[in-house]
Protein backbone atom coordinates (compact mmCIF):
# COMPACT_ATOMS: atom_id res chain seq x y z
CA UNK A 1 0.00 0.00 0.00
CA UNK A 2 1.05 3.74 -0.58
CA UNK A 3 2.00 5.64 2.25
CA UNK A 4 -1.14 7.51 2.85
CA UNK A 5 -1.60 11.20 2.40
CA UNK A 6 -1.39 13.66 5.38
CA UNK A 7 -3.92 16.51 4.07
CA UNK A 8 -6.85 16.70 1.97
CA UNK A 9 -8.23 19.46 -0.29
CA UNK A 10 -12.19 17.54 0.35
CA UNK A 11 -14.03 15.08 2.44
CA UNK A 12 -16.25 13.37 0.19
CA UNK A 13 -18.87 11.09 2.17
CA UNK A 14 -21.15 8.77 1.35
CA UNK A 15 -24.98 9.30 2.38
CA UNK A 16 -27.08 5.90 3.97
CA UNK A 17 -25.14 4.10 6.77
CA UNK A 18 -22.15 6.68 6.75
CA UNK A 19 -23.96 10.40 7.46
CA UNK A 20 -27.34 9.13 8.22
CA UNK A 21 -27.97 5.61 9.82
CA UNK A 22 -30.89 3.37 8.31
CA UNK A 23 -33.27 2.37 10.64
CA UNK A 24 -35.37 -0.59 9.20
CA UNK A 25 -37.51 -1.05 12.40
CA UNK A 26 -39.05 2.09 11.16
CA UNK A 27 -40.64 0.30 8.42
CA UNK A 28 -44.28 -0.92 8.54
CA UNK A 29 -44.61 -4.75 9.76
CA UNK A 30 -46.07 -6.73 7.35
CA UNK A 31 -46.82 -11.44 7.85
CA UNK A 32 -45.57 -13.31 4.75
CA UNK A 33 -46.32 -16.94 5.17
CA UNK A 34 -45.99 -16.91 8.48
CA UNK A 35 -43.09 -14.43 9.04
CA UNK A 36 -43.43 -11.00 10.18
CA UNK A 37 -40.95 -8.67 8.14
CA UNK A 38 -40.64 -4.81 7.63
CA UNK A 39 -41.55 -3.85 4.31
CA UNK A 40 -43.36 -0.84 2.31
CA UNK A 41 -45.64 -3.05 0.86
CA UNK A 42 -48.80 -2.78 3.18
CA UNK A 43 -48.82 1.08 2.69
CA UNK A 44 -48.70 0.83 -0.99
CA UNK A 45 -51.22 -2.41 -1.10
CA UNK A 46 -53.47 0.59 0.77
CA UNK A 47 -52.79 2.83 -1.53
CA UNK A 48 -53.31 0.48 -4.91
CA UNK A 49 -56.82 -1.39 -3.22
CA UNK A 50 -58.47 2.05 -3.67
CA UNK A 51 -57.86 1.37 -7.80
CA UNK A 52 -57.59 -2.32 -8.20
CA UNK A 53 -58.68 -4.87 -5.95
CA UNK A 54 -58.60 -7.64 -7.68
CA UNK A 55 -54.80 -9.45 -6.77
CA UNK A 56 -54.13 -10.44 -2.97
CA UNK A 57 -51.89 -8.60 -0.63
CA UNK A 58 -49.51 -12.01 -0.51
CA UNK A 59 -49.49 -11.73 -4.73
CA UNK A 60 -48.78 -7.70 -4.23
CA UNK A 61 -45.71 -8.28 -2.20
CA UNK A 62 -44.37 -11.20 -4.10
CA UNK A 63 -44.57 -8.83 -7.35
CA UNK A 64 -42.57 -6.12 -5.40
CA UNK A 65 -40.15 -8.25 -4.35
CA UNK A 66 -39.74 -9.55 -8.08
CA UNK A 67 -39.74 -5.71 -9.17
CA UNK A 68 -37.20 -5.08 -6.45
CA UNK A 69 -34.32 -7.78 -7.18
CA UNK A 70 -35.38 -7.19 -11.31
CA UNK A 71 -33.80 -3.53 -10.09
CA UNK A 72 -30.65 -5.07 -8.38
CA UNK A 73 -29.69 -7.41 -10.75
CA UNK A 74 -29.70 -4.41 -13.46
CA UNK A 75 -27.86 -2.45 -11.51
CA UNK A 76 -25.18 -4.84 -10.79
CA UNK A 77 -24.82 -6.20 -14.37
CA UNK A 78 -24.78 -2.23 -15.63
CA UNK A 79 -23.43 -0.26 -12.23
CA UNK A 80 -26.16 2.70 -14.00
CA UNK A 81 -29.23 3.89 -11.59
CA UNK A 82 -32.79 2.77 -11.97
CA UNK A 83 -35.01 5.54 -10.95
CA UNK A 84 -37.71 4.80 -8.40
CA UNK A 85 -40.20 6.01 -11.54
CA UNK A 86 -38.34 3.19 -13.77
CA UNK A 87 -38.95 0.82 -10.68
CA UNK A 88 -42.75 1.51 -10.02
CA UNK A 89 -43.39 1.18 -13.80
CA UNK A 90 -41.83 -2.26 -13.63
CA UNK A 91 -43.99 -3.06 -10.66
CA UNK A 92 -47.34 -2.10 -12.52
CA UNK A 93 -46.23 -3.95 -15.67
CA UNK A 94 -45.95 -7.35 -13.68
CA UNK A 95 -49.66 -6.43 -12.15
CA UNK A 96 -50.81 -5.75 -14.87
CA UNK A 97 -52.10 -2.32 -14.70
CA UNK A 98 -52.65 -0.20 -18.32
CA UNK A 99 -55.57 1.77 -17.32
CA UNK A 100 -56.29 5.34 -17.43
CA UNK A 101 -55.12 6.13 -13.88
CA UNK A 102 -51.93 4.16 -14.07
CA UNK A 103 -49.48 7.59 -13.62
CA UNK A 104 -51.48 8.44 -10.81
CA UNK A 105 -51.25 5.13 -9.32
CA UNK A 106 -47.50 5.00 -10.06
CA UNK A 107 -47.00 8.79 -8.63
CA UNK A 108 -48.49 7.78 -5.37
CA UNK A 109 -47.35 4.33 -4.85
CA UNK A 110 -43.28 6.06 -5.53
CA UNK A 111 -44.38 8.82 -2.99
CA UNK A 112 -45.61 6.63 -0.40
CA UNK A 113 -42.64 4.20 -0.80
CA UNK A 114 -40.10 7.07 -0.74
CA UNK A 115 -41.50 8.87 2.00
CA UNK A 116 -40.79 5.51 4.31
CA UNK A 117 -37.56 4.96 2.95
CA UNK A 118 -36.94 8.81 3.98
CA UNK A 119 -38.22 8.50 7.51
CA UNK A 120 -35.83 5.60 8.09
CA UNK A 121 -33.12 8.34 7.67
CA UNK A 122 -31.93 9.30 10.93
CA UNK A 123 -29.09 11.72 11.73
CA UNK A 124 -27.11 11.56 14.94
CA UNK A 125 -26.95 14.96 16.72
CA UNK A 126 -22.75 14.07 17.17
CA UNK A 127 -22.82 13.62 13.54
CA UNK A 128 -24.80 17.03 12.26
CA UNK A 129 -21.98 18.54 14.92
CA UNK A 130 -19.28 17.41 12.84
CA UNK A 131 -20.46 18.45 10.04
CA UNK A 132 -21.14 21.81 10.94
CA UNK A 133 -16.89 21.70 12.25
CA UNK A 134 -15.87 20.30 9.04
CA UNK A 135 -17.51 22.90 7.04
CA UNK A 136 -15.64 25.75 9.37
CA UNK A 137 -12.36 24.24 7.77
CA UNK A 138 -13.29 21.96 4.38
CA UNK A 139 -14.62 21.48 1.08
CA UNK A 140 -17.05 18.96 1.70
CA UNK A 141 -18.88 16.40 -0.90
CA UNK A 142 -21.50 14.20 -0.45
CA UNK A 143 -21.98 11.10 -3.10
CA UNK A 144 -24.92 8.78 -2.60
CA UNK A 145 -26.22 5.85 -4.49
CA UNK A 146 -30.31 6.87 -4.81
CA UNK A 147 -32.91 6.34 -6.91
CA UNK A 148 -34.65 9.27 -6.63
CA UNK A 149 -32.63 13.33 -6.45
CA UNK A 150 -35.44 15.05 -4.79
CA UNK A 151 -35.83 12.22 -2.17
CA UNK A 152 -32.45 13.08 -1.22
CA UNK A 153 -32.65 16.71 -0.91
CA UNK A 154 -35.80 16.99 1.17
CA UNK A 155 -34.10 14.59 3.30
CA UNK A 156 -31.04 17.02 3.61
CA UNK A 157 -33.11 20.29 3.90
CA UNK A 158 -35.42 18.62 6.70
CA UNK A 159 -32.05 18.19 8.98
CA UNK A 160 -30.43 21.15 8.01
CA UNK A 161 -27.30 20.23 6.33
CA UNK A 162 -27.93 20.43 2.70
CA UNK A 163 -26.23 24.12 2.64
CA UNK A 164 -22.82 22.05 4.31
CA UNK A 165 -22.39 20.22 1.29
CA UNK A 166 -20.62 22.14 -1.65
CA UNK A 167 -21.16 19.20 -3.99
CA UNK A 168 -23.90 16.92 -3.78
CA UNK A 169 -23.59 13.64 -6.69
CA UNK A 170 -26.78 11.57 -6.52
CA UNK A 171 -26.61 8.24 -8.37
CA UNK A 172 -30.24 9.14 -9.57
CA UNK A 173 -29.00 12.63 -11.10
CA UNK A 174 -25.84 11.48 -12.27
CA UNK A 175 -26.95 8.21 -14.10
CA UNK A 176 -24.46 5.70 -12.74
CA UNK A 177 -23.81 4.00 -9.49
CA UNK A 178 -20.80 3.66 -7.63
CA UNK A 179 -18.27 2.24 -7.65
CA UNK A 180 -17.96 3.57 -11.23
CA UNK A 181 -16.04 6.75 -11.65
CA UNK A 182 -18.41 9.11 -12.61
CA UNK A 183 -20.21 9.60 -10.21
CA UNK A 184 -17.23 10.21 -7.82
CA UNK A 185 -15.45 12.69 -10.69
CA UNK A 186 -18.58 14.26 -10.45
CA UNK A 187 -18.65 15.20 -7.37
CA UNK A 188 -14.33 16.09 -7.33
CA UNK A 189 -15.36 18.43 -10.52
CA UNK A 190 -17.96 20.44 -7.82
CA UNK A 191 -15.08 21.30 -5.60
CA UNK A 192 -12.57 22.08 -7.94
CA UNK A 193 -10.44 18.57 -6.51
CA UNK A 194 -8.44 16.02 -8.17
CA UNK A 195 -9.34 12.73 -7.15
CA UNK A 196 -6.23 12.01 -5.26
CA UNK A 197 -6.57 15.24 -3.57
CA UNK A 198 -9.67 14.34 -1.80
CA UNK A 199 -10.83 11.60 1.60
CA UNK A 200 -13.30 9.46 1.07
CA UNK A 201 -15.77 7.97 3.77
CA UNK A 202 -18.16 5.51 3.02
CA UNK A 203 -19.80 1.97 4.75
CA UNK A 204 -19.73 -0.16 1.66
CA UNK A 205 -16.67 -2.22 1.06
CA UNK A 206 -17.86 -2.71 -2.44
CA UNK A 207 -19.24 0.85 -3.80
CA UNK A 208 -17.15 3.22 -1.59
CA UNK A 209 -14.09 1.47 -0.51
CA UNK A 210 -13.42 -0.14 -3.91
CA UNK A 211 -14.51 3.03 -5.99
CA UNK A 212 -13.14 5.49 -4.13
CA UNK A 213 -9.58 3.64 -4.10
CA UNK A 214 -9.74 3.00 -7.66
CA UNK A 215 -9.91 6.28 -8.34
CA UNK A 216 -6.62 7.59 -6.30
CA UNK A 217 -8.90 8.66 -2.71
CA UNK A 218 -7.48 7.59 0.51
CA UNK A 219 -10.49 6.06 2.04
CA UNK A 220 -12.08 5.77 5.48
CA UNK A 221 -14.56 2.92 5.65
CA UNK A 222 -17.32 3.09 8.44
CA UNK A 223 -17.22 -0.45 9.32
CA UNK A 224 -19.92 0.09 12.49
CA UNK A 225 -20.77 -3.52 12.97
CA UNK A 226 -17.26 -5.07 12.85
CA UNK A 227 -17.54 -6.87 9.75
CA UNK A 228 -14.16 -9.23 8.89
CA UNK A 229 -13.22 -6.95 5.35
CA UNK A 230 -13.58 -9.22 2.28
CA UNK A 231 -10.29 -11.32 0.69
CA UNK A 232 -8.45 -9.08 -1.88
CA UNK A 233 -9.42 -6.32 -3.69
CA UNK A 234 -8.48 -2.63 -2.64
CA UNK A 235 -7.94 -2.26 0.98
CA UNK A 236 -9.35 1.27 3.05
CA UNK A 237 -6.68 3.37 4.89
CA UNK A 238 -8.01 3.97 7.73
CA UNK A 239 -11.16 2.01 9.40
CA UNK A 240 -13.66 3.58 11.90
CA UNK A 241 -16.71 2.60 13.31
CA UNK A 242 -18.71 6.25 13.01
CA UNK A 243 -17.94 9.18 11.44
CA UNK A 244 -17.52 10.59 14.61
CA UNK A 245 -14.49 9.17 15.47
CA UNK A 246 -12.92 11.82 12.74
CA UNK A 247 -11.71 13.69 15.93
CA UNK A 248 -9.00 16.30 14.01
CA UNK A 249 -9.11 16.22 9.57
CA UNK A 250 -6.53 17.89 7.65
CA UNK A 251 -6.92 20.72 5.67
CA UNK A 252 -4.93 21.40 2.26
CA UNK A 253 -2.05 23.22 3.88
CA UNK A 254 -1.60 20.50 6.35
CA UNK A 255 -1.36 22.32 9.43
CA UNK A 256 -3.66 19.94 10.99
CA UNK A 257 -2.62 16.24 10.62
CA UNK A 258 -4.59 12.64 10.84
CA UNK A 259 -5.51 11.94 14.28
CA UNK A 260 -6.97 8.62 12.62
CA UNK A 261 -6.01 4.94 13.64
CA UNK A 262 -4.35 2.93 10.89
CA UNK A 263 -6.27 -0.10 9.61
CA UNK A 264 -6.63 -3.22 11.13
CA UNK A 265 -7.06 -5.99 8.62
Known sequence: MRKR???YKAILFDLCGTVMPYETERLPIATIRGHEIRTTTPILYSLFSEYHQAIPYGRFHDLFVETTEKVAALRTVEEREITSDVRFNFFLDLLGIKDYAR???CRRLKTAH???ISACLTLPEANRNLLMALKERHKIGLVTNFDDTDTVYRVLEREGIFNLFEAVAISAEVGVRKPRAEIFLFACKKLAVLPEEALFIGDSWESDVGGAKGLGMDVVWINS????PPEGGERPDYILSNITELHRLPVSSGDQ?????PPTL
Open 114 to 116: LDC
Open 225 to 228: NGAL
Open 5 to 7: RDC
Open 103 to 105: QEV
Open 257 to 261: KISFS
